[in-house]
């Protein structure tokens, strides 16, 4: 049965093979997941458009990949790494598990300012999705979840994949394990904690995707002095930070006491066009610990050891590169230059007499169609002007009504996709 709110299974993800089957049984918990990932079904989509219409131009603000070159000074620095493995005296093997030791130091310096966070609780990773999926497997089975709804599919679909989502609900489209936190414009994107049951896991991103709002600095504090009244762990992403415009906090461990409650993952994907690249790091203080005073950073260097074994030393050089003084201001010249494709966008969906959010904080803008399904939206824009979004339900059942559209794109783009949109809703 297709859940309603849910998006349409694609034929492949369907598809069962016809002839020898081994005997290994498929695990329960994929054959729960809803459907195939979001971002590769909509590839799917995409891919059958273009079957259809091989001469669309296509525009692609759906998934979110940055487009702008890196500079230099920072593909400089990992093709030197790159080179110095070719000599006797630059090549090295493993690293440390945890990343170098220069990396975290300057992590820690740069990007962690008066918060008390040591490079020694950093740890480098190749991508803040794995990590999510990583921080997971240290907990045991049966710790409950919360998640922000809408938010990004990794936190559902890991905790879906590690057996502790439960059975899906097909009316409603939720997991019966998992607690969905409303978040909705009315309350600024921020949940009700009044209302919102204990949990031990509670996913927070901020600013999030895909409705592009940051918490305040209040309801940060709201949310800290929850979890710490619950005994919960809270996994902020902060993928996002760098893009935040006004005062709101750039990381969970501004709020005094979020060490004892938190861990904060974080990416050089969006921040440094790192997407290709892939280097992340996860934030593990000292202070956090489990209902039995054991610290939890020492079950995280665990897994890191066990399950990664650290990530690539030219993308290490890379990451390094990036928090130079110099590589660091031209990195905000191109966050500056999506922030300019938002405000196209933004405006371009207001001027239709829309309803947008997000935006200020985050490269996402979120559009309101109410009363429609997000997949029809989707299939429309998609089908009438050639520009790839994404649904929100594809976020959580909240997302439903809403469209996410990404401004990461050469202006070129964004100017045409505002032209088309303009056209098509006028
Ligand atoms: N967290 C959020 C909120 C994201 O939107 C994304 C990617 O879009 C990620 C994590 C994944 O980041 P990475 O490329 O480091 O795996």
């Known amino acids: 049965v297709q859940p309603k709110t849910t998006f349409a299974r694609s034929k492949s993800a369907n598809e069962r093979k016809v002839g020898h089957c081994t005997k290994v049984p498929r695990s329960n918990n994929?054959?729960?997941?809803q459907t195939g990932y979001l971002f590769p079904e909509i590839f799917i989509r995409e891919s059958e458009h273009m079957r259809k219409n091989p001469h669309a131009r296509?525009?692609?603000l759906g998934v979110g990949d940055t487009t702008e070159p890196i500079p230099d000074i920072i593909t400089s620095a990992m093709a030197e790494q790159a080179r110095a493995l070719s000599t006797g005296r630059g090549y090295r093997g493993y690293g440390p598990e945890q990343g170098d030791a220069a990396l975290?130091?300057?992590i820690a310096e740069k990007l962690y300012q008066d918060t008390g966070v040591k490079g020694n609780e950093i740890f480098v990773s190749d991508g803040a999705q794995c990590d999510i999926s990583r921080f997971q497997m240290l907990l045991a089975p049966n710790v409950s979840v919360a998640v922000q709804d809408p938010s990004f599919p990794a936190y559902t679909d890991s905790s879906v994949i590690l057996g502790r989502a439960g059975k899906l609900q097909v009316e409603t489209g939720k997991y019966g394990g998992i607690v969905y936190m409303k978040c909705r414009p009315e309350s600024n994107f921020f949940p009700d904690l009044s209302t919102t049951p204990r949990t031990d896991i509670i996913f927070f991103c901020s600013p999030n995707n895909p409705t592009g709002s940051a918490a305040s600095w209040q309801q940060l504090k709201q949310l800290v002095e929850f979890a710490k009244a619950n005994g919960s762990i809270i996994v902020y992403d902060s993928a996002y930070a760098a893009y935040i415009t006004d005062d709101s906090p750039r990381s969970i461990f501004q709020i005094p006491g979020a060490k004892e409650v938190a861990i904060e993952i974080s990416s050089f994907s969006k921040l440094a066009g790192f997407t290709g690249v892939r280097l992340a790091w996860t934030v593990v203080p000292e202070e956090l610990s489990y209902s039995n005073g054991y610290p939890v950073i020492k079950d995280y260097n665990r897994i890191v050891c066990t399950c990664f074994n650290g990530a690539s030393n030219i993308s290490q050089a890379g990451g390094l590169a990036c928090l130079s003084a110099e590589a660091y201001k031209a990195l905000s010249n191109i966050m500056g230059y999506y922030k300019e494709n938002t405000k196209i966008l933004l405006d371009t969906f207001a001027s239709l007499g829309m309803k947008v959010y997000g935006g200020t904080n985050a490269p996402y803008i979120w559009v309101h169609f109410p009363g429609l399904s997000s997949w029809d939206v989707f299939t429309e824009i998609l089908e009438k002007t050639d520009i790839v979004t994404v649904?929100?339900?594809g976020f959580g059942p909240g997302g439903e009504g809403y469209v996410r559209v990404s401004?990461?794109?050469h202006r070129e783009c964004i100017l045409e996709?505002?032209?088309?949109l303009r056209n098509y809703y006028k």
Do not use: Q
């Not at 994929?30 to 997941?33: I, K, N």
């Not at 996709?417 to 088309?420: E, I, M, Q």
């Open 30 to 33: 994929m054959e729960s997941l």
């Open 58 to 60: 296509l525009i692609k």
């Open 104 to 106: 975290r130091t300057a």
């Open 391 to 393: 649904p929100g339900v």
């Open 407 to 409: 401004s990461f794109g």
């Open 417 to 420: 996709a505002s032209k088309r």
